[in-house]
């Protein structure tokens, strides 16, 4: 079941229902369309729509026969699809309108953008070439200033060693210079030899009066005193021999105590060690062990104290120390020997009290050897005093002896001998040293004129690298004035080692700039103006390429429309026509009817005029293009015109038996009735409706022929539903369920509906 609904809004608005669902009108007339229900079909037909049928002109019946044959759906989509053509012919004529506006004007953007991107490339080659020309010069400024100042460094470093050298040498001929004033010294060492040999000789006379003088002193004095005092010298020197001899007995004797007392020291260590191992492991009485250790800790400490002994006395305080220990040691054998701890105790601890004895007389004898060496020492000490009193008396007071001047004559001919040496190997040293003192003069003059030679070789390397680092200055201002900030900076940081020739790329560099200048400049806005219109250009020409394929699409389906109404029309028609022809004989119990089609041709003239005008539009430049979209856009309205109105009209001719008639209208009322139902029983059984409506269309009918066309509908309404609106007898016979208006005697119109069959079931009964 199908329900269609139509909503009107009180604002006119209006929307359209089919099962509760919103649709367009144009679905709910194709589904009627398809269902062969339409507005001016023969769903619903009225006791005028029999008469207009056969009274209508070709071209009117032609509209009923295209809803009779079913077509009526595709000429919907067909006149959707023209509609569309049309709609897209617009819009292909709006952008080929604008693209003939903007064609021009993108092309000189496109000429304009070509100039800069030609700019462009020329100066991507110029910064490429500037960065090889620039980038060589700076690479062989920089290897040019290394390699001088690398020459430069490596001779400043020789002229600093020559320098050094210079140097060594002036130090050399300074030393040497002062032999030079040998002549002097020499000189000087003859005046000291002859004030030695002056002074001997004073000093030999000084000695013969002196001794003169010592002689009548001793008449003077007598010869008692000076006899005494020279015998109290020898004794004294005698004594002073003696005393020395004591001394030299005392110190060997100590230096042979004090190892005995170091031997003795080392077995009382070993004596200690033994007596503590076997106090350690014996099984002595606890008791025996402590006296044991407590003995052995009191001879450590005495120990300890004696060799702390310097005097007499100290070792008379000691000594009785050393009694008790050897008294406490002769208890503590005994004791052992009657414990039965065996002769090995008793064996070491006499060893040990041996050697104590030992080194406690050692000990004494030391300390009587150091007291003695003591007194020697102020014994020799008085003597020496006594002896250099001697001398001074013998000598007298703040003179010179005779022995003293004896020695001092002995030391002036010493260093007479020595000088007269020193004067004979006097001229062979200064021979030697000048003759090396001429050799170094050489050699300075040698190194004086190699460090003037580097130091003019440094001069010019210094010009050199000024010269050089006066190029780079330049250079760097050429690349300031010529190139980018950071391009310099990437040609100063990674400078190109290719080598290249300066000639030839700098007359390519200004070829480039030449054709910079004259290409010219451009603005930038230029290129955004030319990529917004570029853009727009290329969205219209492919909206102008979608259009077309649109314009083709439809059609094509325009075309496929045309075909499958032709061929729908011309086989329905012709199955209409059949049919037609057999109720006609049905009706008229014989006779003949037929349908026949009025065709055109179409004006030959007109398209010629189309096609000629397509040519002209064809010839056109492509800013012309929109005339050819244009003329074919007339020549396909044109044909689709042509198309539509392809069949002018339908003729209906009918003869009844027995009669022979010209035209349509010769036909009694009657007749045109039977023809009209006829031909609507023949469509009606060709392509069935849902339903049909029969407003009295048989009211014009005798009894017999009612009879006919009752029996027609009974075998029609297997496949169609018919509601027919009569006051024939026969029709109402042939009916399932009769509806019925009465009004009664209230005056209310009453609905009454009678089931033919239960009505006849009843009446049977």
């Known amino acids: 079941e199908i329900v269609i609904t139509r909503r009107v809004y009180r604002d006119g608005q209006s929307e359209y229902l089919l099962n509760n669902h919103p649709v367009r009108l144009i679905d709910i007339n194709l589904l009627l369309a398809r269902a062969n229900f339409g507005q001016k079909t023969y769903s619903v037909i009225g006791q005028g729509m029999i008469d207009s049928i056969l009274v209508s002109s070709p071209a009117d019946r032609k509209e009923f026969f295209e809803e009779a044959t079913g077509i009526k759906q595709y000429q919907i989509k067909r006149e959707q699809s023209i509609s569309k053509l049309g709609a897209t012919y617009e819009n292909l004529e709006q952008a080929e309108l604008v693209l003939q506006e903007i064609t021009p004007r993108l092309k000189t953007l496109t000429r304009q953008v070509k100039r800069l991107e030609k700019r462009g490339e020329l100066e991507s080659t110029l910064t490429e070439l500037q960065k090889k020309y620039f980038g060589w010069r700076w690479a062989e400024l920089t290897r040019q200033h290394e390699a001088v100042q690398s020459q430069y460094e490596k001779i400043n470093q020789e002229l600093e060693n020559f320098k050094l050298s210079q140097q060594n040498l002036e130090t050399k001929m300074s030393e040497l210079q002062k032999t030079e004033s040998l002549p002097q010294a020499y000189h000087d060492l003859k005046k000291r030899h002859d004030a030695t040999r002056l002074e001997l000789n004073k000093l030999i006379k000084e000695k013969t009066l002196a001794a003169a003088q010592d002689e009548l002193k001793y008449i003077q004095k007598g010869e008692g005193e000076i006899a005494w005092l020279k015998r109290r010298r020898e004794e004294i020197i005698s004594e002073q021999t003696s005393v020395h001899s004591d001394l030299k007995l005392v110190t060997d004797t100590t230096a042979e105590l004090e190892e005995r007392l170091k031997t003795a020291s080392g077995e009382l260590d070993k004596l200690a060690t033994n007596i503590n191992l076997h106090t350690d492991n014996d099984s002595l009485a606890p008791r025996l062990k402590k006296r044991l250790r407590d003995l052995t800790n009191k001879y450590e400490l005495w120990l300890i104290q004696v060799g702390r002994i310097n005097s007499i006395n100290e070792l008379s305080q000691l000594l009785p120390q050393a009694d008790n220990i050897k008294q406490e040691l002769q208890t503590l054998i005994t004791e052992l020997d009657q414990s039965g701890a065996g002769d090995n105790w008793a064996q070491v601890l006499a060893q040990r009290e041996g050697v104590v004895s030992e080194i406690a007389g050692i000990k004494a004898k030391l300390v009587a050897l150091k007291d003695r060496q003591t007194g020697l020492n102020i014994t020799l000490a008085k003597l020496n005093s006594e002896l250099k009193n001697i001398d001074e008396a013998l000598s007298g007071k703040g003179g010179r002896s005779v022995n003293d001047m004896a020695d001092q004559i002995t030391e002036l001919e010493q260093k007479i001998s020595e000088l007269e040496k020193d004067m004979a190997n006097f001229h062979q040293i200064a021979e030697s040293a000048k003759q090396e003192f001429f050799a ?227 036909l009694s009322g009657g007749e045109k009735a039977l023809t009209s139902i006829a031909l609507i029983c023949a469509i009606i059984s060709h392509l069935p409706s849902p339903f049909v409506v029969l407003d009295e269309v048989d009211a014009a009918l005798d009894e017999a022929n009612s009879e006919r066309f009752a029996a027609i509908l009974d075998n029609l309404s297997n496949s169609t539903q018919f509601i027919t609106i009569t006051h024939n007898r026969a029709t109402m016979k042939r009916s399932v369920i009769l509806y019925g208006v009465t009004m009664g005697d209230d005056g209310i119109s009453r609905l009454l509906s009678v089931k033919l069959d239960k009505a006849e079931e009843m009446v049977s009964n």
């Open 440 to 666: 170094l003069q050489n050699q300075l003059t040698q190194i004086n004129q190699q460090t003037h030679a580097k130091e003019n070789n440094l001069h010019e390397l210094a010009l050199s690298l000024a010269k050089i680092d006066t190029k780079k200055e330049d250079l760097e201002r050429e690349m300031s004035q010529e190139i980018p900030p950071e391009l310099a900076l990437a040609i100063k940081t990674h400078p190109v080692s290719e080598p290249v020739s300066e000639g030839e790329m700098a007359m390519e560099i200004q070829k480039i700039k030449r054709q910079l200048e004259v290409t010219g400049g451009i603005e930038p806005e230029v290129v955004a103006e030319y990529q917004q219109t570029k853009e727009r250009h290329d969205f219209l020409d492919k909206q102008q390429t979608d259009l077309k394929q649109a314009i083709n699409s439809l059609e094509k389906i325009i075309q496929d429309l045309d075909a499958t109404i032709s061929k729908q029309f011309m086989v329905n028609f012709k199955a209409i026509n059949e049919k037609f022809s057999k109720y006609f004989q049905v009706l008229f119990a014989g006779g003949r009817a037929q349908l026949n089609l009025q065709k055109i041709e179409p004006p030959k003239p007109d398209e010629a005029e189309v096609d000629e005008a397509a040519d002209d539009a064809e010839t056109k430049s492509d800013i012309d293009k929109n005339l050819v979209s244009q003329t074919a856009k007339e020549k396909f309205l044109l044909q689709e015109k042509l198309n539509a109105n392809l069949f002018a009209g339908v003729e209906v001719q009918a003869t009844p038996p027995g009669k022979k008639l010209s035209t349509i209208n010769a």
